[in-house]
Nanobody, 128 residues
Framework: VQLQASGGGLVQAGDSLRLSCVAS??????????MGWFRQAPGKEREFVAV????????LYADSVKGRFTLSRDTSKNIWYLQMNSLNPEDTAVYHC????????????????????WGPGTEVTVSS
């Protein structure tokens, strides 16, 4: 499975962006796929953003983005979306999508080490 994130860019505080993650090479479409989003700001550790587990249709969000970011997917196109609203400069980072094995338990979904397939990131810059 290959992942490709896109949709990043330079925006102003308060603006919105929608990131896309296209997954190619899926044998069964989006079934069984746990897709997570992480971000890494310059000089900082990689940070969990959001995830949609294949076991649970309710996404899990980091507290820092809850209420502003929304995960969705288009099962016909094998695309996952991260809608980001009310962006602020603290959201500036390179955003990556990644998949975790089906066996990953709910309690480990915030841990980047649980994900074994990563795509190239897309850069988001939010100016104040």
């Amino acid at each position: 499975v290959q992942l490709q994130a896109s949709g990043g860019g330079l925006v102003q505080a308060g603006d919105s962006l929608r990131l896309s993650c296209v997954a190619s090479g899926l044998a069964s479409g989006t079934y069984g796929i746990t897709m997570g989003w992480f971000r890494q700001a310059p000089g900082k550790e990689r940070e969990f953003v959001a995830v949609r587990s294949w076991r649970n249709s309710n996404p899990l969000y980091a507290d820092s983005v809850k209420g502003r970011f929304t995960l969705s997917r288009d099962t016909s196109k094998n695309i996952w979306y991260l809608q980001m609203n009310s962006l602020n400069p603290e959201d500036t980072a390179v955003y990556h999508c990644a998949t975790a094995p089906r066996s990953t338990i709910w309690g480990r979904l915030r841990d980047s080490a649980s994900y074994d397939n990563w795509g190239p990131g897309t850069e988001v810059t939010v100016s104040s």
